[in-house]
């Protein structure tokens, strides 16, 4: 799991809008099945609570906002989007990030961002 999340330079957006009792079954994973959104390369659901996808422009961020989405992960090294954000309510986290460079530490955090349904 560290080697999968420390791989992923991308912003990584999550869905926690979306959370509810559907998220809690217990079902095959799928693929990720990528759309092309406006502002939003490679834009995938991963699961009812997380969704993956390449830097988004500020209209990407608009549409994500629109989606219900509430926080955006940014795992890119060096930018700091934040100034995209402005208005929109997104909560944003920046956790820089080099491919299978991840502490325990780092994964903890991460995945109590995910777990969280603020």
């Known amino acids: 799991m560290q080697k999968w999340i420390g791989s992923a330079l991308v912003t990584i957006m999550m869905g926690l809008a979306l959370w509810g009792p559907a998220s809690a079954q217990s079902t095959q994973p ?4 990528v759309q092309t959104d406006p502002g939003i390369r490679n834009f995938a659901k991963v699961s009812d609570v997380l969704y993956r996808g390449g830097q988004p422009s500020r209209d990407g961020f608009v549409t994500l906002q629109h989606m ?4 955006i992960v940014d795992l890119r090294w060096e930018q700091n989007d934040r100034h995209l954000l402005k208005g929109l309510g997104l ?5 820089p990030s080099f491919p299978g460079i991840w502490r325990e530490n780092d994964v903890q955090k991460f995945l109590r961002i995910v777990n969280d349904p603020q």
């Open 30 to 33: 799928q693929p990720a099945q």
């Open 91 to 95: 909560r944003y986290v920046h956790m």
């Open 68 to 71: 219900g989405i509430k926080t």
